[in-house]
């Protein structure tokens, strides 16, 4: 059964930084792109960032493009998300999320979200 | 940047009737690279359909996707009471992947 765990949401000031991860289990990790998507809070989804499955391809959505980085480690089947010079509008709970196949662009394993907060 | 419009905003209809959601697209849906996904309140979204048509595993077979182009349809073809919740369409044919704004499905 594939389960995915996000963790690392929490409070953080404007400017601040914050690092997200997303554990994997039940497929092979290393086959698969893998995504970031986020919800504010009361609003809809919104993508922000998939990587390929060996890390070398990565894609960002233009509000978080320069700020924002993720990464994986496959030995550790591990997701992560570096959030950089975080925003207001950051604000919103991070989901990671799994393809069905291994390079499709569509959703189909989701994770139960981490919240994240940007505020002062 | 694609845009997708979902309407209604809101749908209130009665358990059994049947329910048509829509999804318009500012620009053609490469392949018809389109997914449907249902949300309930504090849980993660659920794929329904991929490809505009093709039902993912365990869906039951009263959701149905359709359309082509620009425009794509959900329907629920006898509403259960477990099928309340929003619902967003999700187009995967161009880059950045965009999500419609939703459609919250509610009892009357």
């Known amino acids: 059964e594939v389960q995915l765990l996000e963790s690392g949401g929490g409070l953080v000031q404007p400017g601040g930084s914050l690092r997200l991860s997303c554990a994997a289990s039940g497929f092979t990790f290393s086959n698969y792109g893998m995504n970031w998507v986020r919800q504010a809070p009361g609003k809809g989804l919104e993508w922000v960032s998939s990587i390929s499955g060996s890390g070398t391809s990565t894609e960002y959505a233009d509000s978080v493009k320069g700020r924002f980085t993720i990464s994986r480690d496959n030995s550790m089947n591990t997701l992560f998300l570096q959030m950089n010079s975080l925003r207001a509008e950051d604000t919103a709970v991070y989901y990671c999320?799994?393809?069905?196949?291994?390079?499709?662009?569509?959703?189909?394993?989701w994770g139960q979200g981490t919240l994240v907060t940007v505020s002062s | 940047e694609i845009v997708l419009t979902q309407s209604p905003g809101t749908l209130s209809l009665s358990p059994g009737e049947r329910a048509n959601l829509s999804c318009r697209a500012s620009q053609s849906v490469s392949s018809s690279y389109l997914a449907w996904y249902q949300q309930k309140p504090g849980q993660a979204p659920r794929l329904l359909i991929y490809g505009a048509s093709g039902r993912a595993t365990g869906i039951p077979e009263r959701f149905s996707g359709s359309g082509s182009g620009t425009d794509f349809t959900l329907t629920i073809s006898r509403l259960e009471p477990e099928d309340f919740a929003v619902y967003y369409c999700?187009?995967?044919?161009?880059?950045?992947?965009?999500f419609g704004q939703g459609t919250k499905l509610e009892i009357k």
């Open positions: 999320a799994k393809p069905p196949g291994g390079f499709d662009k569509y959703f189909h394993s």
């Open positions: 999700q187009q995967y044919g161009s880059s950045p992947r965009t």
